[in-house]
């Protein structure tokens, strides 16, 4: 809702928040530390410890099924090339659950499209006008279709309730990312417990603020 994107961090994130709620663990082989420049690095596998349940949302169900479609442990290494598939697909569920809630009036990635297209148009439309007015005509119509683009890419537009609950987000960022005496300042902030820190790791590691927040 933020980025109207769906970053790897975000990705990440999923995975992590399915591994707290104890549907995955995460198993480390080597010393993620380690700066050696001839030591092994860390590898990593995923282990699949019960099914998702009903209330698990569709881009979920894409990532955990994409991770363990050729069994119940998997290392890392093992879906590169494959899990890009998965990922796509649960790009596409997540806008579709904005705009099932009421987030966005239509979907970021079709109005992006649709002003896509229109820039081409516009740049291609320059293009018959080269006998005319000369090969800098050629210029201004690549010009025009890439600020085309640059505002087509801000369109996307949210509801009230989607502008409302993305100040909500940024106010959790913050919450999220300042230092511990800082964060007394928050009338609401929770209270300071091991489970409140692992319940909003993965909110940290999809803002990027997951040092600050550790």
Do not use: C
């Not at 998997?74 to 890009?84: A, D, S, T, Y």
């Not at 990922?87 to 569920?93: H, L, M, P, T």
């Not at 210029?139 to 890419?153: D, K, N, P, R």
Request: charged letters at 30%.
């Amino acid at each position: 809702l933020v980025e109207q994107s769906m970053s790897l961090r975000a990705v990440t994130a999923t995975i992590l928040d399915l591994a707290r709620r104890g549907f995955l663990s995460v198993e480390v082989m080597g010393d993620p530390e380690s700066k050696a420049w001839f030591g092994k690095k860390a590898e990593y596998a995923f282990l699949k410890q019960k099914d998702l349940d009903a209330n698990a949302l569709a881009f979920e169900h894409t990532i955990f099924e994409g991770l363990f479609k050729a069994g119940e442990r998997v290392e890392m290494k093992e879906l590169k090339g494959k899990f890009w598939k998965s990922i796509q697909d649960a790009r596409k569920q997540v806008f579709d659950e904005l705009k099932t809630r009421g987030l966005f009036e239509r979907k970021p990635e079709t109005v992006r499209a649709l002003w896509i297209m229109a820039a081409i148009f516009v740049a291609m439309s320059h293009m018959f006008l080269i006998d005319v007015f000369g090969p800098l005509m050629a210029v201004s119509g690549v010009l025009s279709g890439l600020i085309v683009v640059a505002f087509g890419w801000q369109m996307p537009r949210m509801t009230k309730a989607g502008a409302v609950l993305r100040e909500e987000i940024l106010g959790f960022k913050e919450f999220l990312s300042v230092t511990e005496k800082d964060r007394l300042r928050f009338t609401d902030a929770p209270e300071r417990r091991p489970e409140q820190f692992a319940r909003f790791l993965p909110a940290a590691v999809a803002f990027g603020v997951e040092e600050g927040w550790g």
